[in-house]
């Protein structure tokens, strides 16, 4: 099953996967893994990167 997105994040200039998970709170990985078309050696401005939710510590427990 794959995870539900909260938010969609509008590539702006100088933005790369590693300064979207500090600012959303995510990993690399799971930005990677919910955007597998996304090329991450190459964002453009304007490229619309899904944003997977950051669950909760009870929530991955059940």
Same mark, same amino acid.
């Given at each position: +099953?794959?995870?539900?997105?909260?938010?969609?994040?509008?590539? $702006?200039? *100088? #933005?790369?996967?590693?300064?979207? !998970?500090?600012?959303? *709170?995510?990993? %690399?990985?799971?930005? +990677?893994?919910?955007?597998?078309?996304? #090329?991450?050696?190459?964002?453009? %401005? !304007? #490229? $619309?990167?899904?944003?997977?939710?950051?669950? $909760?510590?009870? $929530?991955?427990?059940?």
């Amino acid at each position: +099953m794959r995870e539900q997105f909260n938010q969609i994040h509008v590539v $702006e200039p *100088g #933005d790369t996967l590693y300064l979207l !998970g500090k600012r959303y *709170g995510v990993t %690399v990985a799971a930005i +990677m893994y919910a955007n597998p078309y996304a #090329d991450s050696y190459n964002l453009q %401005v !304007g #490229d $619309e990167i899904f944003i997977p939710r950051v669950r $909760e510590e009870r $929530e991955q427990i059940l």
